[in-house]
Nanobody, 124 residues
């Protein structure tokens, strides 16, 4: 089973930044699309961003466009999410995921492996 480990979460003030990292136990992330999702208690899982396995195609939720940037380092089997100008609305548990193929976009059903999540809390 592919194991994904997220890191970089924490508590920050509104307007500050965080960078999340997700490392896979195998080379899956170098051959498959990866994405970030987030979940707040009482709300459904929300798509945040995705990146194709080659890294040339990216997709973002409207709520994070122009503030978040997804990238990957295939040699390190790692995907990143740079989060700038954070707001309290970004507070959630963030999960990284690996898709079954090279493209997945926002379709949650196309992601096969999921990390344990990392908490991001933004205070006003």
């Amino acid at each position: 089973q592919v194991q994904l480990v997220e890191s970089g979460g924490g508590s920050v003030q509104a307007g500050e930044s965080l960078r999340l990292s997700c490392a896979s136990s195998r080379g899956t992330s170098s051959n498959n699309a990866m994405g970030w999702f987030r979940r707040t208690p009482g709300k459904e899982c929300e798509f945040v961003a995705s990146i194709s396995w080659r890294g040339s195609n990216t997709n973002y939720a409207d709520s994070v466009k122009d503030r978040f940037t997804i990238s990957r380092d295939s040699a390190k089997n790692t995907v990143y999410l740079q989060m700038n100008r954070l707001t309290p609305g970004d507070t959630a548990v963030y999960y990284c995921a690996v898709a079954l193929g090279p493209y997945a976009g926002s379709d949650q059903s196309r992601y096969r492996y999921w990390g344990q999540g990392t908490q991001v809390t933004v205070s006003s």
